[in-house]
């Protein structure tokens, strides 16, 4: 499978995704039921998550067609200024998300009748109305590049697309040209947030594995979003080094398997210590043993981070020349 | 990295009041997982050091990392002695008496890290060919 086929593969999931989503959460919050409610802010973290490689693998289907005489420079630009707007504003729906999953996971009282959690929640909403409209332009974009059959002659280039591209281009000399110690801080930055995110992920899963047993889980919980501020940290620092110089990272296999190990390992977090499933364990007290599932989940999660690690130190070893 | 300074960032976030309802003195089962971390790299920093011998100690960013490095790890051992030593200390003295430590090593852990990571950037002979 090449990254043109891959594109094709995950490129409809945030589009059509964040639709539906939106739908459910406009459901769950007419009919105020809050287990719906809660699954779509996880869906909306799970989409902005996936988001990653559709844009990713974009820029590699780019590179695979722009030497075709049928295709226009233009038009992929314009695609593709219009899916980086798109993802910046998935990326913000999820951050949105994250924090009101995060509420829901604090307390047992309903945490939708407080004012600062409607606001939130107000805020999902309106961010995902803007983000499925801009999913929508991307996604029109993109199919223009090559469906000539649905481009009316003399069509003009999408506005929001052209915006986006000097968006793109303005990134790329903000992380290359600008300074050559805008890299460096951005990789300081990076370290930053990976030792948050080994420490928090990292002390409570230990925890669930055995170590230092005298330590209740329930409260190490709260360390979660010191990690998570570490992941986001590294998503758009990493993100940044992409947007510099995508010709290094897209064939890269070294970083295709990171970014990959990265999806599996967002998507345990998620799905494991952000949701209810992570409720069972807060009753586990000092001195007591977490189940034989959860030790199982810790460990994965132990072993996945290290990995993600070890292969983004090895990246450079990987670089296609 | 993550296992030395990971370790040494969440008992100092714990004593500067992050998850409160967590007890302190458990934490102390941090350290063993410090020194693993500081040991893995004190082998590996050897064996760069080794193949790199110029391209470090040519830079004075690389002695600015060291003490960085050595004042972290001595706050470390501080925080230890203060806060995890004496038995019968309530959370709330633990939290009083290494405030001041846990600030400082979070400062020297930034400071050792960047002064890290600045090192592949400011340095001035990668290697040197001495048959010239």
Redesign the interface.
């Not at chain 1, 910046?88 to 996971?105: D, H």
């Not at chain 2, 846990?102 to 050792?112: I, N, P, Q, T, Y």
């Given at each position: 499978m090449n990254l043109t086929q891959l594109h094709l593969l995950l490129n409809h999931w945030p589009i059509i995704g964040t639709l539906i989503t939106l739908g459910l959460f406009l459901v769950a919050l007419v009919g105020d039921r809050d287990d719906l409610k809660q699954a779509s802010l996880l869906l909306f973290s799970l989409i902005a998550l996936f988001a990653i490689p559709a844009y990713m693998s974009g820029t590699g289907a780019a590179q695979a067609i722009q030497e075709s005489p049928d295709v226009s420079m233009e038009r992929i630009e314009t695609h593709q200024g219009a899916a980086l707007l798109a993802f910046i504003s998935m990326e913000i729906t999820g951050v949105f998300s994250l924090m009101a999953l995060w509420r829901y996971s604090r307390t047992n009282k309903n945490p939708w009748k407080v004012g600062p959690a409607r606001l939130n929640l107000f805020a999902v909403l309106l961010l995902s109305i803007v983000t499925s409209g801009l999913m929508g332009i991307a996604g029109n974009t993109g199919g223009d590049i090559r469906h000539s059959e649905i481009v009316a002659p003399e069509q003009p280039l999408s506005l929001v697309g052209q915006i986006g591209a000097r968006l793109v281009a303005g990134i790329q000399s903000f992380v290359i040209d600008i300074s050559m110690w805008i890299w460096p801080i951005l990789e300081d930055i990076h370290f930053f947030g990976l030792i948050l995110l080994l420490a928090t992920v990292g002390v409570l899963n230990l925890r669930i594995l055995g170590v230092m047993k005298r330590l209740p889980i329930g409260p190490l919980h709260r360390f979660l979003p010191w990690g998570i501020v570490g992941f986001g940290l590294n998503v758009i620092t990493g993100f940044l080094f992409y947007l510099g110089m995508p010709g290094f990272y897209n064939l890269n296999v070294v970083f295709q398997l990171k970014i990959f190990v990265i999806l599996v390992a967002g998507a345990q977090l998620l799905l494991f210590y952000c949701t209810g499933a992570f409720r069972n364990l807060e009753h586990v007290g000092p001195g007591q043993d977490a189940p034989t599932l959860a030790k199982v989940m810790a460990f994965a999660a132990i072993v996945l981070w290290i990995a993600v690690i070890i292969l983004g130190r090895y990246i450079p070893f990987g670089e296609v020349t | 990295?993550?296992?030395l300074?990971?370790?040494s960032?969440?008992i100092a976030?714990r004593i500067l009041g992050?998850?409160?309802?967590?007890?302190v003195?458990?934490?102390k089962?941090?350290y063993p997982?410090m020194w693993i971390g500081f040991w893995i790299q004190i082998g590996s920093g050897t064996l760069l050091l080794i193949g790199y011998p110029t391209k470090a100690f040519t830079n004075v960013d690389f002695y600015l990392k060291l003490t960085m490095i050595g004042l972290a790890v001595a706050f470390m051992q501080k925080i230890k002695k203060k806060v995890f030593t004496e038995a019968g200390l309530t959370d709330a003295d633990m939290m009083l008496r290494g405030k001041t430590l846990a600030a400082w090593s979070l400062v020297f852990?930034?400071g050792a890290?960047?002064a890290g990571?600045?090192l592949?950037?400011t340095y001035t002979f990668l290697k040197y060919d001495f048959r010239g």
């Amino acid at each position: 499978m090449n990254l043109t086929q891959l594109h094709l593969l995950l490129n409809h999931w945030p589009i059509i995704g964040t639709l539906i989503t939106l739908g459910l959460f406009l459901v769950a919050l007419v009919g105020d039921r809050d287990d719906l409610k809660q699954a779509s802010l996880l869906l909306f973290s799970l989409i902005a998550l996936f988001a990653i490689p559709a844009y990713m693998s974009g820029t590699g289907a780019a590179q695979a067609i722009q030497e075709s005489p049928d295709v226009s420079m233009e038009r992929i630009e314009t695609h593709q200024g219009a899916a980086l707007l798109a993802f910046i504003s998935m990326e913000i729906t999820g951050v949105f998300s994250l924090m009101a999953l995060w509420r829901y996971s604090r307390t047992n009282k309903n945490p939708w009748k407080v004012g600062p959690a409607r606001l939130n929640l107000f805020a999902v909403l309106l961010l995902s109305i803007v983000t499925s409209g801009l999913m929508g332009i991307a996604g029109n974009t993109g199919g223009d590049i090559r469906h000539s059959e649905i481009v009316a002659p003399e069509q003009p280039l999408s506005l929001v697309g052209q915006i986006g591209a000097r968006l793109v281009a303005g990134i790329q000399s903000f992380v290359i040209d600008i300074s050559m110690w805008i890299w460096p801080i951005l990789e300081d930055i990076h370290f930053f947030g990976l030792i948050l995110l080994l420490a928090t992920v990292g002390v409570l899963n230990l925890r669930i594995l055995g170590v230092m047993k005298r330590l209740p889980i329930g409260p190490l919980h709260r360390f979660l979003p010191w990690g998570i501020v570490g992941f986001g940290l590294n998503v758009i620092t990493g993100f940044l080094f992409y947007l510099g110089m995508p010709g290094f990272y897209n064939l890269n296999v070294v970083f295709q398997l990171k970014i990959f190990v990265i999806l599996v390992a967002g998507a345990q977090l998620l799905l494991f210590y952000c949701t209810g499933a992570f409720r069972n364990l807060e009753h586990v007290g000092p001195g007591q043993d977490a189940p034989t599932l959860a030790k199982v989940m810790a460990f994965a999660a132990i072993v996945l981070w290290i990995a993600v690690i070890i292969l983004g130190r090895y990246i450079p070893f990987g670089e296609v020349t | 990295m993550g296992l030395l300074v990971g370790a040494s960032v969440v008992i100092a976030l714990r004593i500067l009041g992050v998850a409160r309802e967590l007890p302190v003195a458990p934490l102390k089962g941090l350290y063993p997982i410090m020194w693993i971390g500081f040991w893995i790299q004190i082998g590996s920093g050897t064996l760069l050091l080794i193949g790199y011998p110029t391209k470090a100690f040519t830079n004075v960013d690389f002695y600015l990392k060291l003490t960085m490095i050595g004042l972290a790890v001595a706050f470390m051992q501080k925080i230890k002695k203060k806060v995890f030593t004496e038995a019968g200390l309530t959370d709330a003295d633990m939290m009083l008496r290494g405030k001041t430590l846990a600030a400082w090593s979070l400062v020297f852990w930034f400071g050792a890290v960047t002064a890290g990571r600045f090192l592949a950037y400011t340095y001035t002979f990668l290697k040197y060919d001495f048959r010239g």
